[in-house]
């Protein structure tokens, strides 16, 4: 069996990371599997192609796109006539996609027009915003997909809501495999260069619903800087998020240490050693349950629903009397992290099997 795996942005290539550990286990204990890796160059990190791709000994990207920089719509379009190619010179039995970016969809589009199967890795997440292209990016995949593949039972209720049960499409649940990956790398974390305080809140701030509106933006450094009086404040500054920062002429407090971007096993270190995280980020709030830190999240909606049921996430968007409340809530918190929102950690091969295992209804 071959599978195509077509991945773009840095989150998917620590998904991926895990979920090709279990290919390579599986295929060494007897299963005739293979796999062949299709960066298109969404987000191209040499840092992390040096980590997942020589440090992890992972397999390393067969095919690099190198399509970025463009508008949602050339991106993917491009994405799709370059995959295609791909799929037809390696004629695979499956093509594996992951999340929600211009990437995931182009190769389940390349792959549903030539008839190859299609397994979604984080199927039936709903943000139930469709001013987000990610929104978009999932709800179109989970529908030409053959295998949906759900971290959560909050995932398989929301395609059942949908119809899915109406539909020949196999669905699962999986676990989430950031929580495979969280335990992979746990042990190879690595300290930042940077001088980081002994108590601090790690935040990240990248999402355009925050940085493209000065008023919102301008309440949430507010907001920051206040809070970081009390606590020392970390943040990886993503670069559009500092032009804008400059763009709006925003002061950044004192005690707010900016450092540039880290890496994903930096960022381990950064999660294992903070007090609390506050980000607009989606993955970044599940990582902070995998870590047992309680999450302040500057967005109005979020796909982790369970998260804020289970009293472990706040949702504050960029009010800041709302984020000064929650970072008050969050150090006097009392959560239960030992409870499995996300599986066992076994994500990643229940993914290989399910895709081995596969038959049409």
Same mark, same amino acid.
Not at 233 to 240: E, G, I, K, Q, S
Not at 251 to 276: F, R, T
């Given at each position: 069996m071959k599978i195509v795996t077509v991945i773009g942005a840095r989150p998917q290539f620590i998904k991926a990371a895990a979920v090709s550990d279990a290919i390579i286990r599986s295929a060494a204990s007897g299963n005739a599997i293979e796999e062949v890796v299709i960066h298109t160059g969404q987000h191209y990190d040499p840092n992390m192609s040096d980590v997942f791709f020589n440090e992890m000994n992972l397999p390393k990207p067969k095919y690099f796109l190198n399509i970025n920089g463009l508008s949602h719509g050339a991106m993917t379009g491009q994405m799709l006539e370059e995959v295609e190619k791909v799929l037809l010179e390696e004629k695979p039995d499956w093509v594996l996609v992951y999340g929600d970016t211009n990437s995931t969809l182009a190769g389940a589009l390349a792959a549903s027009k030539l008839h190859i199967k299609i397994a979604h890795v984080e199927a039936g997440l709903r943000s139930f915003n469709m001013r987000m292209p990610e929104e978009v990016n999932r709800i179109l995949t989970d529908r030409i997909s053959t295998l949906l593949l759900c971290p959560t039972q909050t995932a398989v209720d929301n395609l059942v809501k949908e119809g899915y049960d109406n539909l020949d499409i196999k669905v699962e649940v999986s676990g989430d495999v950031m929580l495979d990956a969280s335990n992979l790398f746990v042990n190879h974390a690595c300290k930042p260069s940077f001088d980081i305080p002994d108590t601090f809140i790690l935040s990240t701030i990248h999402r355009a619903e925050n940085t493209n509106d000065a008023s919102k933006l301008k309440d949430v450094?507010?907001?920051?800087?206040? +809070?970081?009086? #009390?606590?020392?404040?970390?943040?990886?500054?993503?670069?559009?998020?500092?032009?804008?920062?400059?763009? /709006? =002429?925003?002061?950044?407090?004192?005690? +707010?240490?900016?450092? =540039?971007?880290?890496? /994903?096993?930096?960022?381990?270190?950064?999660? #294992?050693?903070?007090?609390? +995280?506050f980000t607009d980020s989606g993955g970044l709030q599940k990582e902070a349950y995998f870590f047992k830190k309680f999450c302040v999240t500057m967005r109005e909606e979020t796909e982790w629903v369970e998260l804020v049921e289970h009293g472990a996430n706040i949702l504050v968007g960029s009010d800041y009397n709302k984020i000064k409340e929650a970072y008050s809530k969050g150090t006097n918190a009392k959560v239960d992290f030992e409870k499995n929102l996300y599986g066992n950690g076994n994500a990643s091969d229940l993914i290989v099997k399910s895709i081995l295992d596969f038959t049409i209804k």
């Open positions: 450094f507010k907001a920051i800087n206040e +809070v970081a009086e #009390q606590t020392a404040v970390v943040l990886p500054l993503h670069p559009r998020t500092k032009s804008f920062i400059a763009k /709006y =002429d925003i002061k950044i407090g004192n005690n +707010v240490h900016i450092i =540039d971007p880290v890496g /994903y096993l930096e960022m381990i270190y950064l999660l #294992q050693n903070c007090a609390m +995280v």
